[in-house]
Every structure is written in structure tokens, then in C-alpha cells.
Nanobody, 117 residues
Framework: QVQLVESGGGLVQPGGSLRLSCAAS????????MGWYRQAPGKQREVVAT???????NYADSVKGRFTISRDNAKNTVYLQMNSLKPEDTAVYYC???????????WGQGTQVTVSS
């Protein structure tokens, strides 16, 4: 079993920055993909960015050039650096891990990000 714990959310003004962290604990073996997803009120959950354990990354078009995903495999932690934040980035951000070999999918509890003046 794997547990994911997010941190780093909060309230920030438009144009500001935040860094989210997601620490994974438990039985983690082999190739996996971690990612950040978000869900705004009244909208479906959407992918923001993903990164594999070999550091291959993908981004949603809406965040390219503003957000950067990274990971520290030694700490089983993934980060999301969010710059130039916009009000439309306001959402609950969730961390997700997919282990294809299992196959298993794990979600964190979510962290609120609010971009407002």
C-alpha cells in the first residue's frame, strides 16, 4: 500500500508563486508515474503535469511555461513549482501515483490552491 501526502497549498495573489510537494510512503517498487491533477468547483478533475520515475514529463497546455514538475526519487517526493499563477488556476490539487506493473493507482487527499487578489 502507498500513501500520498500533499502540502504547500494556500492563498496567493495573481502573478505569484507556490510550490506543492507530495511525499509517497509505503511499498514502492519499480517504474511509476507521479502527477498532479486539479479540480475546480463544478468542473471535472484534469491533469496538470506528470513525471515518470525516469523523469519523463508532460504538461497540460494551460500550464506550459508556468509550472514545473520535478521529483526526488531518493525521497519519493514529487514537486510542482507554480509561477505566474492566474485566478483560473484556483482548484484543489491532487497528487497521483500510478504503478503500471501492479497495476495500482493511488491518490492523495488534495491541497487547496486559491489565486485571488
Amino acid at each position: 500500500q502507498v500513501q500520498l501526502v500533499e502540502s504547500g497549498g494556500g492563498l496567493v495573489q495573481p502573478g505569484g508563486s507556490l510550490r506543492l510537494s507530495c511525499a509517497a510512503s509505503g511499498s514502492i517498487f519499480g517504474f511509476n508515474v507521479m502527477g498532479w491533477y486539479r479540480q475546480a468547483p463544478g468542473k471535472q478533475r484534469e491533469v496538470v503535469a506528470t513525471i515518470s520515475s525516469t523523469s519523463s514529463t508532460n504538461y497540460a497546455d494551460s500550464v506550459k511555461g508556468r509550472f514545473t514538475i520535478s521529483r526526488d526519487n531518493a525521497k519519493n517526493t514529487v514537486y510542482l513549482q507554480m509561477n505566474s499563477l492566474k485566478p483560473e488556476d484556483t482548484a484543489v490539487y491532487y497528487c497521483k501515483m500510478v504503478v503500471p506493473i501492479s497495476p495500482s493507482t493511488y491518490w492523495g487527499q488534495g491541497t487547496q490552491v486559491t489565486v485571488s487578489s
